[in-house]
């Protein structure tokens, strides 16, 4: 799709794009008139080929300790490497001519280095290369040090969960991925150190390179002579900006997968397998700031929940048992053993970000390829199981969030772990995927040898995908035990919230199953007895309750609202105001309507002292 520019700036981009262009029109209507006779053949050669040698030298040099500088300077923030990071770049700022004069403070014959080797380093092709290093570095460590800052951390977070070491996600993950900079990056160093002339001419006047030789031969010779000294130089710098588009284009070609693992003698695990859940015990204790993470959860079940508010620590509670992050404070125990001193790597324990964390580089089967251990036999499982058969050689960018999703998961089900953590896996999604995804997902987690470890805001998704929860706010536990009961019996009126309560009301226990809640009703409950005389908290949904003519409860209707397929109706009921949703009212405010309440909907919790009662608001 074309899309329209507004009208001042095409033309400002065209203004420049016509003044770099006219030089070189200029100069190719200059061919026919050179004098062809003057050019020293051998001479121009011979100094092409030390332009190109001593560019390549020194480029390779670059590339070898600049990529490495590019990522320290992207990874590690701090003063000392802000710093750094500015004095590598000032060669840019430096006239070529002072560049040169400073490369001879330093490897001149007088000084210490220079003396060292006998001169040697000046006058010299080391000179050179010694020369174009220092003028052209700054351009690959800054395409690097960019390229390597645009690569989501999470990547390498995830790729650490999979098995691999710091240097195999370098070379595997931070590096392709950063590549198209470095590749941009590389291509300007060699140009510059190509063309490089200032610091050239005052390092090593001789041999002469193209540029120093260019202005040799325009002082001696004049304008006439230098389109055929100029025309080499043309053409090696446009065959290589040639070369580099070629090569781009070949590589957003190239989606072919590598060859497949071979075939492992271990089976897919079946559906109906039952396995021992790995038993995971943490104690976590970090600041951050004015923030401080402090759990301590020991839980028994299999299918575990980590529910709470944006910035209540649940991803960073995740991190600490996945070894993406680190405090002193922190143990993490796993079927009896502590790892919280191990890698990543070594915890046996895969990992799926928010984003999902897949590597934009790779295609579907290669993403299931990588995890460390990974197996031909279980990848074609998940493969088929999560209906990703047909996308193997597709990329992320070409795939759905579903379908990303999809792909996450069969990553991390393909990595021989303990524990899988899931870090809010479905919150990307739209309201219908996300619904079907959840109900597909309940049924993976029983064909799992792993305990899985999901956090979310959402308690529909707790309450679906969990046995047991821990329900967490500013980084402090507000209650944690099994799924069921942290719901029916919340340890206050903030987990109640958290949990998706509607109806907050209060009242006074009446018997073990009825709470009193004021004008003559009891409200009836379900789960353990109640204290009697207590003074309660108590909720319910309002889609758990339901119009009905020979109701338990009666009260005045309030207010109808429509809700597009239903509506949505206010009761007074005792002291309280409570929302009921029915499709078939057609009750009018002031009259009497009765209905019932699923007992085992209500939310009780305890109140630490009797505030005057109030209606829900």
Known sequence: MTRR????????AALLAIYLIAPLIAGIRQIGLADWSTVDVPSLADACGVSIASASVATAIIAFAGIPLGYVLARTPGRATAALGFIVQLPLALPPLTSGILMLFLIGYPTPLGRLFDGALTDSFTGIVLAEIFVAAPFLIIAARSGFAAV???MED??????RTRLDIFWRVSLPIAWPAILSGLLLTWL???GEFGATVMVAYHPYSLPVYTYVAFGSQGLPAMMPVLLPTLVLAFA????????????ARDSAPANALPAQNVLPMPPHEVHQPASLSIKLDKRLGDFHLHVAWSPQARRLAILGPSGSGKSMTLKLIAGTDHSVATSVVIDGREVSQLEPAARAIAYVPQSYGLFPHLTVAQQLRFPVG???LVADYWIDRLGLRGLENRRPAALSLGQQQRVALARAFNRPARVVLLDEPFSALDAPLRARLRQEFVALQQELAATTVLVTHDPVEAALLADEILVLADGQPLQQGRTGDVFRRPASETVARLLGAENVADGVAATPCEISIGGGVTLMVAGSPLNIGQHLGWSFSPAR?????????????ESVTSMGIGRQVTIRLGNASVKVFDERMDASVGDLCRFDIDPYAIQVWPLPCRPPTRPQI
């Open 545 to 557: 309750a339901w119009i009905a003519p020979s109701g338990r409860y009666q009260g005045a209707v």
């Open 158 to 163: 995830v790729a650490a969960t999979l098995g």
């Open 240 to 251: 290589i900006m040639v070369l580099s588009t070629v090569s781009a284009g070949a590589r």
């Open 192 to 194: 510059r150190a190509f």
């Open 374 to 376: 990974a197996n031909q």
């Open 152 to 154: 989501d951390p999470v």
């Open 5 to 12: 520019i507004a009208a001042p700036l095409p033309w400002l």
